[in-house]
Every structure is written in structure tokens, then in C-alpha cells.
């Protein structure tokens, strides 16, 4: 197996949709309420420190 080419232009992402089973929990994190490209906010991750 060949890992995938990438070029300069090409658009990545990926959506995946999911049934929802039981009670839902609205996400309520720190990319609350983004709008359009934005920088990495993994420095607000709790975790973050530990690593």
C-alpha cells in the first residue's frame, strides 16, 4: 500500500456522521462558537501541560 499523494492546492477533510443513541451532550468546548479558519488552541488543552 503507497501512502496518499498530497500537492500544493489539494483540499483535506473528512465528515463523518454518526446515529445518536441514548441522552445527548452538547459540546461545549474551546472551539465553542468558531467561525472560519483558526490557529491550534491545543495550549488550553488540561492535558496539554502534562505532556
Known sequence: MQPPKVYAGDRL???TF???????I???GKHQDSRGPQ???IHQ???????
Open 39 to 41: 490557529p491550534s488552541k
Open 26 to 28: 452538547l459540546y461545549d
Open 18 to 24: 454518526t446515529r445518536v443513541h441514548g441522552d445527548i
Open 45 to 51: 488543552d488540561k492535558t496539554a501541560a502534562a505532556a
Open 13 to 15: 477533510g473528512q465528515v
